[in-house]
């Protein structure tokens, strides 16, 4: 007959825990559920190969410094600068149609605006659809063309297209706009060479009447990113040489986006015209110092009242506009 367990200590699940055991299931239980929400954090945090990671504020520390055209993928990171920009683009349209809502009651007429932050990325266009004369803006799409040529031929500017260079863009010189719009082969040569700078919406002007080349905000943004970009079709020799002359306009001319900088030294084309209806066009591009950003701004204004009043126009539709989107 087997022997009684009334002596055998009963098994670990029967009866009351004794103090220490309770404390080490407990102490177990614990660790295991921290394990649990750690992992589960982790996982919450990482980005799995093939997902999207979720945008990122421009100006935020996840922001990438750059905009993108239609169809180009994810935005690539663009250093010195902006790439390309897109032209049809109605990114911020909102917030620049609120900024210079004021400015159109105040001063009529018709605007396109277009504004961009190099450091940042953010990116806005008003109006961005609607084509306008550019009067002398056009002699910096000039430059660019002739500059581009040479880049490719491997030549350099003449003496004579540097003196009519300078005199284009620094003194406004319309014969030295003729004489350079005929070296680049006239509406031809600036169709070819805004291919290769992806200004898709900008038109030449008929019969050699480069001022009536036709343009958009988008555009004359992405002339301004050319400019400036590191990714440019232009070379960093020529970049500089252009911005050089438009650091040098004369104080007369000084106008325009320049009313929304603040310090540095800005680089500016204005142009200004009457048109068919005897309406006046001024428009205004530039690169500016901004709250210590380097900010790319273009105005087209036509139907204007007079010079003076498109003048008013330019300058406080790139007040506006500047000061919303480096805000934002």
Not at 37 to 46: C, E, I, L, N
């Amino acid at each position: 007959m087997p022997t009684a367990d009334r002596g055998r200590r009963p098994p670990a699940h029967a009866g009351k825990l004794r103090p220490w055991e309770r404390f080490t299931i407990t102490l177990v239980f614990t660790v295991v559920a921290a394990a649990v929400v750690a992992v589960s954090v982790y996982g919450s945090r990482t980005r799995h190969p093939g997902q999207p990671q979720s945008a990122a504020r421009p100006g935020s520390a996840g922001a990438t410094p750059a905009v993108q055209r239609p169809g180009a993928g994810p935005r690539p990171s663009i250093p010195g600068g902006l790439g390309h920009i897109d032209p049809a683009s109605e990114s911020g349209g909102q917030v620049l149609a609120t900024a210079l809502a004021p400015v159109l009651r105040r001063y009529g007429g018709s605007l396109a605006v277009g504004v961009a932050d190099s450091q940042t990325g953010a990116t806005a266009v008003y109006g961005a659809t609607r084509a306008f004369h550019t009067a002398s803006i056009v002699k910096a799409d000039i430059l660019a063309a002739l500059l581009l040529q040479h880049q490719q031929a491997g030549t350099k500017l003449s003496e004579t297209e540097r003196a009519s260079a300078t005199a284009m863009m620094e003194d406004n010189d319309e014969n030295a706009a003729t004489t350079l719009w005929t070296a680049i082969g006239g509406a031809a040569g600036l169709s070819d060479a805004n291919r290769k700078l992806h200004l898709s919406h900008t038109m030449p002007g008929a019969g050699g009447r480069w001022g009536h080349t036709s343009s958009t905000a988008g555009d004359q943004l992405q002339l301004l990113a050319d400019l400036t970009s590191a990714r440019s079709p232009l070379s960093p020799a020529s970049r500089s040489y252009e911005l050089g002359l438009m650091r040098h306009v004369p104080a007369g001319q000084g106008w325009g986006v320049t009313a929304a900088g603040s310090g540095g030294s800005p680089a500016v084309k204005n142009g200004w015209m009457t048109d068919s209806d005897a309406a006046w066009v001024v428009n205004s591009i530039g690169v500016i110092t901004h709250a210590g950003h380097t900010v790319l701004v273009a105005v087209l204004a036509d139907d204007q009242a007079s010079e003076s009043v498109g003048i008013g126009a330019d300058e406080a539709a790139a007040k506006a506009a500047v000061s919303a989107v480096v805000r934002g």
